[in-house]
């Protein structure tokens, strides 16, 4: 059973920053691609960031030059850095993570963490 549990988040003033984590635990195979998104209720869910099978890291715009992604192969771990944090970011950020393994494609989700940003 693949899980992925989230960390990091909490309440921060405008301007602040949070590390966010997520591990992952049960996988038999390396992830290809790894990301955040995020959630504020009634809205659509939306891509912050992503990091691909190459590497490659992919932002929402309006968080371009703020947050980063990294992720350590190895331990199927991705992390998102978030710098000068705004009100709008509030939301329930979600790690998601996804792969091919025997054939068939896999896509999974964690269960979240609150990030609270006060102006």
């Known amino acids: 059973q693949v899980q992925l549990v989230e960390s990091g988040g909490g309440l921060v003033q405008a301007g602040g920053s949070l590390r966010l984590s997520c591990v992952s635990s049960g996988s038999k195979f390396r992830f290809d691609a790894m990301g955040w998104y995020r959630q504020v209720p009634g809205n659509q869910r939306e891509l912050v960031a992503e990091v691909s099978s190459r590497d490659s890291a992919n932002y929402l715009d309006s968080v371009k030059g703020r947050f980063t992604i990294s992720r350590d192969r190895v331990r199927n771990t991705v992390y998102l850095q978030m710098n000068n944090l705004r009100p709008e970011d509030t939301a329930v950020y979600l790690c998601?993570?996804?792969?091919?393994?025997?054939?068939?494609?896999?896509?999974?989700w964690g269960q979240g963490t609150q990030v609270t940003v006060s102006s």
């Open positions: 998601n993570a996804a792969g091919r393994y025997a054939g068939h494609a896999y896509n999974y």
